[in-house]
């Protein structure tokens, strides 16, 4: 069973910035970020595969926020610039791994077996 520890959330003002990682006690193959506002439904933000360079990201955080990972470290980080009050969420970690070829898309829930417990974002105005 693999655990994530997320860390890094905040208050910030608008224009802000922060970084947020998550670091994984075990191998995965996939990581990615996902976030929640209230009355909303969880949201794809970024994702990335440990091996390659490929990155994904939602269109609502493309050339504001930045994936990157550490394989030393097990630790992905979220970059996250230019915050705006939008971006306010819980962010949550999550990881994949199975099956360990998977080479598809990453931006759907159901493709991460493990998720942290969330970190909080706001971002005010």
């Known amino acids: 069973q693999v655990q994530l520890a997320e860390s890094g959330g905040g208050l910030v003002q608008a224009g802000d910035s922060l970084r947020l990682s998550c670091a994984a006690s075990g191998r995965t193959y996939w990581m990615g970020w996902f976030r929640q506002a209230p009355g909303k439904e969880r949201e794809f933000v970024a994702a990335?595969?440990?091996?390659?360079?490929?990155?994904y990201y939602a269109d609502s955080v493309k050339g504001r926020f930045t994936i990157s990972r550490d394989n030393a470290k097990s630790t992905v980080y979220l970059q996250m610039n230019n915050l705006k009050p939008e971006d306010t969420a819980v962010y949550y970690c999550?990881?994949?791994?199975?099956?360990?070829?998977?080479?598809?898309?990453?931006?759907?829930?159901?493709?991460?077996?493990?998720w942290g417990q969330g970190t909080q974002v706001t971002v005010s105005s």
């Open positions: 999550a990881a994949g791994d199975s099956p360990p070829f998977y080479s598809g898309p990453l931006h759907y829930p159901d493709k991460y077996n493990y």
């Open positions: 990335r595969r440990w091996s390659g360079t490929t990155t």
